[in-house]
């Protein structure tokens, strides 16, 4: 467990009494990045001026309580891989886009997107930004080989893709109300972990808590957020992956995806239930083809 990883916390809600916390940084990959966060980037300037979130109450709505853990030892395989066109990802070396699907940017993403949301039930906002950051990991670090279904995976336990307590994500990448979860005060099930934003991303001065849809701590999004907010899907789901890829993992082999995901939560429980999903997620839409 590494010093950075004794930083995290559980997610939004009281799950897993395990630390964890993820990563990222700038949004840049040619077109469709660049396409997909142009309403994001000025949505990001627009709510840090307006306010910072308040502080929540705990919900009895807690994402990953209804998602079940698969029978899968830590470090024996890991789930299907998938590229956001739907194809499996061999696994001798890295896949990067092809150059048609690149040129067609935010059209092509959104298409694929929308076909995915179909067969797997996960909102075609959030795809889009699982997605986004799928291509921008490959194009900049394509020997991670991270996948959009594990990034779908983390975020539908941490804030069923930003639904969570009633939020609706929205076409902007935020959800329609703060998702910020319980204190860090060092009660049951959680770490005490004081105050380091002065409650600008958490509402809460007196302790941190757990924000956005991918559930950052606000000393985590500070090193990965790139100067973003942690609201916004598609920063939050970037940082995300940048912070699995972080130290050179491979996270299309069994190790590195094992030891990615239990430096988010360390939690094994957690990690099978992250693995069921993205499993489910890659081969449902494996069938999907986007011309």
Request: proline share 7%.
């Amino acid at each position: 467990m590494s010093t950075e990883q004794d930083e995290h916390e559980t997610s939004a809600v009281p799950r897993e009494p395990k630390p964890r916390r993820a990563g990222l940084a700038v949004l840049g990959r040619l077109g469709i990045v660049v396409a997909v966060l142009a309403v994001g980037a000025t949505a990001v300037l627009v709510a840090t001026r307006v306010s910072t979130p308040e502080a929540g109450q705990t919900t009895t709505d807690i994402p990953a309580l209804s998602v079940p853990a698969v029978d899968v030892q830590p470090g024996s395989t890991a789930p299907v891989n998938a590229t956001v066109a739907g194809n499996p990802v061999a696994d001798t070396q890295p896949t990067r886009q092809p150059q048609q699907q690149q040129q067609s940017g935010k059209d092509l993403l959104s298409t694929w997107a929308s076909k995915v949301s179909d067969v797997t039930g996960i909102p075609a906002r959030a795809l889009v930004a699982y997605g986004n950051a799928d291509l921008a990991l490959r194009d900049s670090q394509p020997s991670c080989r991270i996948s959009w279904a594990t990034l779908a995976g983390i975020g539908r336990i941490e804030s069923n893709h930003g639904q969570y307590a009633g939020a609706v994500l929205q076409s902007n990448g935020y959800p329609s109300k703060p998702i910020v979860g319980v204190p860090l005060d060092g009660s049951t099930g959680v770490r005490a972990i004081g105050d380091t934003d002065g409650g600008r991303f958490d509402g809460d001065p007196n302790y941190d808590r757990a924000v956005g849809p991918m559930q950052f701590i606000p000393a985590t999004w500070a090193k990965w957020g790139g100067g973003y907010d942690p609201q916004q899907i598609d920063a939050a789901a970037l940082a995300a992956a940048k912070y699995l890829c972080a130290g050179g993992r491979d996270m299309a082999s069994a190790q590195g995806w094992w030891q990615g995901i239990l430096s988010y939560n360390n939690s094994v429980e957690y990690g099978q239930k992250v693995f069921g999903l993205a499993d489910s997620y890659a081969r449902a839409a494996q069938a999907v083809k986007v011309s």
